[in-house]
């Protein structure tokens, strides 16, 4: 089935069904002042494209530098000392 174009006033009173026609149908348009401005996808569509984002927690932290790689990056930080505050 074609994408429907959604108007906005439109998308926004009926969003239910514009959810629901994106997951059956696939990718929905929703225009503003008669323009294509944003699309309403399902999770598993946006995934496919972005698939760096299904990153785990785990697969995060294995890609972080390690401690040698990391030092480095944290002797680039700025190195003032830090002052004293009466609290």
Not at 26 to 45: A, F, L, N, Y
Request: with cysteine.
């Amino acid at each position: 089935m074609q994408a429907k174009l959604w108007q906005l006033q439109e998308a926004k009173n009926r969003f239910s069904e514009l959810v629901e026609t994106a997951l059956v149908d696939g990718v929905q348009t929703v225009t503003r002042h008669g323009k294509p401005t944003v699309v309403v996808m399902s999770i598993d569509s946006y995934n496919e494209l972005c698939p760096e984002r299904e990153r785990s927690w785990v697969d995060w932290l294995t890609d972080c530098p390690d401690g040698e790689e990391l030092s480095e990056i944290l002797s680039e930080r700025d190195q003032r000392e830090v002052r004293d505050i009466e609290l």
